[in-house]
């Protein structure tokens, strides 16, 4: 029986940023370094196959520290924690090794320093979220205030609306969140933002990329965890952009086939915890089923790379 044809787009850049892929390195090289068992404070990133393969290393996860025996190295995750949390891990003399994205890192250091210009925090952000969690936790509580939308700002109680400064979570929808920095501004014409924006470049990288895809075809699926935040937005993103269905699905096994009956284009695209074995392994599921032709949507070209932390790169 002949195949139907069906165009897959694939947009680029997607998958694996530079955070994330130095993250996955530190606990491999921990793991080299100490032996197993290293403990990882959270998933390191949002990506169940990759968690499950680093466990299978010997990496242990759990979600406080006091989870933690004080004579193994425990590495915190991408998403940055509270500033307690290394402070219990020195007071412990426990070996930590911190997995904070640098860009994540830039918006906590953005925060300390308005914090010392006496300027209270407004954090456009996910509530919940690990790194809301995290940056908010760099401050005394209730030194941050968090909006996640254009309404909250309308209702957020500031303590003096012209000692005002704002920072925001990395993997936010880039559209959405000038929206809601459009109303801090109106609301507190003082305020004070970052010197470049929060957003880190695969947040926004791989938002233009679904955005040059979205229009062209039937139906989008993003490759990306539930719990991932800049995955669920490039669903939002695909959706806002033209695209008539979009999908999030961790693996091939969890593509909704019904919904794509009689579709003849289909774009993919990646959360940036997502590993490109992940994504091959939908475009096999498709041409298990069509005539596959492969066309890539290329935005833009990324070279940044992290460098590890200084103790995994010096000898045990």
Same mark, same amino acid.
């Given at each position: ?21 130095? $993250? ?61 949390? /290394? ?28 914090? !010392?210009?006496? %300027?209270?925090?407004?954090?456009? +952000? ?10 908010? +936790?760099q401050l005394p509580e209730g030194e ?17 609306? !012209?000692? %005002?400064?704002?920072?925001?979570q990395t993997t936010l929808s880039v ?40 229009p062209r075809v039937d139906a989008l ?6 719990? &991932?935040?800049? &995955?669920?937005? %490039?669903?939002?993103? $695909? ?19 019904? $919904? ?10 990646? +959360? ?15 041409? $298990? ?5 492969? !066309? ?18 010096? /000898?045990?």
């Amino acid at each position: 029986m002949t195949k139907p044809p069906l165009t897959l787009y694939l947009a680029a850049p997607r998958g694996f940023c530079a955070g994330v892929d130095r $993250a996955i390195k530190i606990v491999e090289m921990a793991l080299g370094k100490w032996g197993a068992p290293v403990f990882v404070r959270h998933e390191i990133v949002h990506n169940k196959y990759v968690v499950d393969d680093l466990r299978a290393k010997g990496a242990v996860f759990v979600e406080e520290l006091d989870e933690c025996p004080n004579d193994r190295p425990v590495i915190f995750s991408a998403h940055g924690v509270p500033r307690a949390v /290394p402070a219990e891990a020195a007071w412990r003399e426990m070996i930590y090794v911190d997995a904070t994205c640098p860009l994540v890192s830039k918006v906590h250091i953005e925060a300390a320093r308005h914090a !010392e210009n006496g %300027l209270q925090m407004i954090m456009i +952000g996910h509530a919940g979220h690990p790194e809301t969690i995290g940056t908010m +936790g760099q401050l005394p509580e209730g030194e941050v205030l968090l909006v996640e939308t254009v309404e909250d700002v309308a209702r957020v109680q500031v303590r003096d609306p !012209e000692r %005002l400064a704002f920072v925001t979570q990395t993997t936010l929808s880039v559209d959405d969140t000038a929206d809601i920095v459009a109303a801090l501004q109106a609301r507190f014409p003082s305020i004070v933002g970052p010197h470049k924006e929060d957003i880190c470049y695969a947040t926004t990288n791989r938002q233009e990329a679904v955005k040059a895809v979205a229009p062209r075809v039937d139906a989008l699926l993003v490759v990306g965890a539930p719990n &991932s935040s800049n &995955s669920k937005r %490039l669903v939002e993103v $695909a959706s806002k952009a033209g695209c008539a269905y979009a999908q999030l699905v961790q693996r091939a096994a969890e593509i909704d086939w019904r $919904a794509l009956d009689g579709i003849k284009s289909v774009g993919i695209t990646a +959360g940036a915890s997502a590993p490109e074995v992940l994504i091959e392994e939908v475009i096999d599921a498709f041409r $298990a089923r069509y005539a596959v032709t492969v !066309e890539k949507v290329e935005t833009a070209v990324e070279n940044v790379e992290f460098k590890v932390p200084r103790v995994l790169r010096e /000898p045990a």
